[in-house]
């Protein structure tokens, strides 16, 4: 093919291709800084939340490990965990006496809520303006260009994601353009933003909050939004009332000398074919042993 032939100016590898992956970078490490900065130290979460998410978390490991209790108390822990979240004992907001339904709390009005909605806004925010930046930045720059190409063959599928900006037919597919360049550091520096920055960084792309932008996943959740616990706890006491039981030290002692052969199985009585021994009365007992001292004494 003709691409085969085709060569790429050194001054493309100086000015192109590594001057945008050390953008990238620093501007991955700008990002991090302006993210703590932004978001600041965590706040506690409140003890009824916790109590929330605690207590669905218990019934869960019930229905998990419930067999390593005896069935009377797997029984008790699981009517008593279904008729709590039949009540709503457990929730945050708890209806009322009369037993109504828990309305949902407006997001307005739930200070916890809204700094969620904040804190999903702020990390939108501190994702999406450099990423337009940097793009924008490649596209009046270096749009067109042509700047590495891949050391192992690739299909054909991956000459849209490879060469974007490119409009060839002929060239061949493990070419990359300089904007594919950009998209394949944006994805794939997430291990050099570790080294440099830790485990829990917000260099890198941020998942979450792309889920949530408009358009971006249909049927996401939007940043800051709680789970409804009162559903939750519904759906988990269905899950309880079907859990069956079956205790895992049922006959242990047994299991356990088997294990190592020492069990020694008990010996199966032959039926009689006889008619059955009638029990001795107290009158025959004295009878028989007058009988076996008498003939003691013969023998004397």
Known sequence: ???????????????VLIPIMIVMVLVGILRH????LLTGQPKKPQVKAIRESKALLRGMRLRTFGNHVPAHAFSSRKISLADAYEDGRYL??????????ATPPNPMTDPDMMEGMMEGMKKQLTNMVPQMLI??????FFKGFVVIKLPFPLTPRF?????????????DVTWVSSLSWYFLNLFGLGSVFALILGDNNAAGVDMAAMSSMPGAMPGAGQPGQQPDFSKLFLAEKENLLITSHQWDLED????????????????KSKPST???????TLRDKIKASQKASSAGNKRR
């Open 33 to 36: 800084h302006i993210t703590m």
């Open 92 to 101: 945050k907001n708890p209806p009322g006496k009369e037993g109504a339904q």
């Open 274 to 280: 006889g008619s059955p021994k009638k029990e001795m």
């Open 159 to 171: 000459k849209s994601m490879l060469q974007s900006g490119v409009d060839t037919r002929d060239m």
């Open 1 to 15: 093919m003709a691409d085969s032939q085709m060569l790429l100016d050194p001054a493309i590898r100086d000015w």
């Open 135 to 140: 793009m924008g930045w490649i596209n009046f």
């Open 252 to 267: 242990v002692e047994v299991r356990l000398l088997r294990k190592y052969g020492k069990y020694k199985e008990p010996k």
